[in-house]
Structures are given as C-alpha cells and as structure tokens.
C-alpha cells in the first residue's frame, strides 16, 4: 500500500543536472518539505539538488517511533520505500551513493535513520536531528550493508520528551558496526529543536568532500 506519493515532493536548490551533491530532507511529525527547507538554508548547501518528500496528512508514521513496528505500518514501510524511490531514480540518472546526502528532523529524523541503516551504503553524509533507528526493540540483524566511512551526525537533547539518549546511543553504535564515521553530541535541557552547534558541525561535515 502506497501511503506517500512521491508526486508531492518538492525540489528545491541547484538543478538536478548541474549538480555535483544532493541533498534529502526528511520533515517532521505535523510539518511539511516547505517547512524543513530552511534548515537546506541554514547548511549552506549552495552546490546542491534539495530533494523534500511530503508525508501524507504531515506524518510518516502515526505512532510513535518507539512502539512496535508493526503499529506503524503500512506507513513506516510506505515512507522506507519513497526514499528509496528517490535513491533509485537518483542513482539511476548518473548519481554516485557519496553524492548523496540526508537530513531529518524528529521523525523525519528517525526516518533517515532507519532508511540509511537498512541500505548502509557509502553516502556522502548523514545528519541526524533528534532521532534513532525506529522500533521498540531494535534488531540489529534489519540493519545491512556498510557505510564504507560515511559520516554521520547524530544531536539531541537531554531529556527529550520524544527521543531517548539511550536510543540515540544505540543507533550510532549499530552504525559504527555498520562501518561508519558516526559523531555523537547529546545537549542537556535544549528542548526540542536544532540548534547553531549542531548546523556548525554539519557544516564542516559538508565541506569534507
């Protein structure tokens, strides 16, 4: 069943064929590829093809990210294949997998990192804003592939209402053994957002070609 249509995705940023990366936002619970376009702003990402998919009704998944998976479906696996429907096409038109970028916030956040965990690859970068690797438990045999180096960002605050720091622990150690360059920043009591330290540190991720 196919939840989310890859019809509604926006793009945005240098043309697809001039560019030489590019980059996948992953929105929010509640929000929409326009809303997570300024954060394609505040990267910098002037040499980049930004590619925003929209969830259907504002959300990729109804539950949260740490019930059981199959609460979340037919909708987790719907979003899982939208992506990969972009990868593919990208791929497809000339794109190498180190050309390629993610970047998600809160659910789109979670999003990202069950996609890139379950077809590890060598991509450009990863940048991972409040989220984890989806499930109540987390199965460490779902998660194929290496990373071959690629650098991935993981921040969040400590508590956050939504996200645990044990989970967010977990889900760089499961991409280290997947054989990435995995950075971890947990900051106590920023509530629920980005904030300029992490954009800085994806930034220099970015300018390491």
């Not at 929010?28 to 925003?52: C, N, T, V, W, Y």
């Not at 791929?91 to 965990?117: M, P, V």
């Not at 300029?196 to 930034?203: G, K, S, W």
Request: glycine share 10%; with cysteine; hydrophobic share 40%.
């Amino acid at each position: 069943m196919s939840v989310h249509k890859i019809e509604n995705t926006v793009y945005a940023g240098t043309s697809r064929a001039a560019a030489q990366r590019v980059m996948i936002l992953l929105h929010g619970r509640g929000a929409s590829a326009q809303s997570i376009l300024p954060l394609a702003d505040a990267l910098d990402l002037k040499d980049f093809a930004i590619i925003a998919p929209n969830a259907t009704d504002g959300t990729w998944y109804p539950y949260s990210f740490m019930a059981p998976t199959a609460q979340n479906e037919p909708y987790l696996s719907s979003a899982l294949d939208l992506v990969k429907a972009i990868c593919d096409q990208l791929l497809s038109s000339g794109f190498s997998t180190r050309q390629l970028y993610f970047a998600g916030f809160s659910q789109g956040a979670c999003l990202t990192a069950e996609f890139i965990g379950r077809h590890a690859a060598a991509y450009g970068g990863a940048f991972i804003f409040t989220g984890g690797l989806i499930g109540e438990h987390l199965e460490p045999t779902r998660y194929q592939g290496n990373f071959e180096g690629t650098p991935i960002f993981l921040g969040s605050a400590d508590p956050d209402f939504h996200v645990p720091v044990e989970r967010v622990y977990a889900t760089g150690n499961i991409f280290r053994d997947l054989g990435a360059t995995v950075t971890e920043k947990i900051y106590p009591g920023i509530g629920h957002t980005i904030i300029d330290d992490e954009i800085e540190i994806a930034q220099r991720i970015l300018a390491v070609e």
